[in-house]
């Protein structure tokens, strides 16, 4: 496998937020990069700057195809693929939220995830040079952060679980891995809340080597690992006392039955 030396990007939900700031670090390391996302006057402005610009909502899968057929026309191949685009869910306790609230909500934060990868993959697999595809989860695709807020959690499980399968589907020179903000100084919430988090220029120049790296996970707030643990600890807890002892249980592990299939 040759280096990586991406020359390209596209990134949606670029038009501020980690994906402005993802696209602004790019471009400062020579990147070009297609920024997508809804119309308006924060995509307009771009337009003035070093970026190639194209509205999108990712929840339409036509449109996302048509940003694949703008990105390898203008750019002849795509080496960074960023489904980046999100929005903030629903608050409320679960019977309290509106389904269709809910089931649009998933149509941005998580069927927007997949339509990328979609709509880009087959064309990265066959320009046959090494590039990646991130998916933007969070620290809320492996724990609860801020309470009453299900439909965003559950989506962003679900990006993590998304992107863990899609990514045995890749061939060797296409990578696809997740990054998992912590808590970032952006848009998606209140002002007066989400100023206490990390500036968003601090948190790309942590991740960026990572995505450089093709990292399968790409992490930035070291907290994180105690929240994670305060699910795992109960997990191990539960195995070890409940479970079958993995040397009895092998017998009924998928990956190994499969596997002992194939051979036969």
Known sequence: MSEFNPKTAVITGGASGIGLGLARGLVASGLKVLIADLPGEKLDALSAE??????????DLTQVEALADTA????????????????NGP?????????????????????????????????????GSPSAIYNTGSENSFFCAVPQTAAYISAKHSVLGLTESFR??????????????????????????????????DYIDIILPQIMARRRFVVSHGYNEVRIAERTDELSASYSKHALP??????????????????G
């Open 168 to 201: 045995e589907d890749l061939p060797e020179h296409v990578r696809a891995g997740t990054i998992i903000p912590g808590w970032v100084f952006t848009g998606i919430g209140s002002e007066k809340l989400m100023r206490h988090g990390m500036p968003v220029e």
């Open 246 to 263: 993995p040397e009895e249980d092998a017998k009924y592990d998928v990956r190994l039955t499969i596997a002992k299939m194939m051979q």
């Open 72 to 87: 390898f026309s203008t750019f002849g191949t795509v080496d960074l693929l960023f489904n980046n685009a999100g929005v």
């Open 91 to 127: 608050r409320g306790r679960l019977w309290e939220v509106d389904p269709t609230e809910a089931r649009a909500h998933f149509d941005i934060n998580y069927w927007g995830v997949w339509n990328g990868c979609r709509a880009f993959a087959p064309r990265m697999i066959e320009q």
């Open 50 to 59: 070093d970026f190639a610009t194209q509205p999108c909502d990712v929840s």
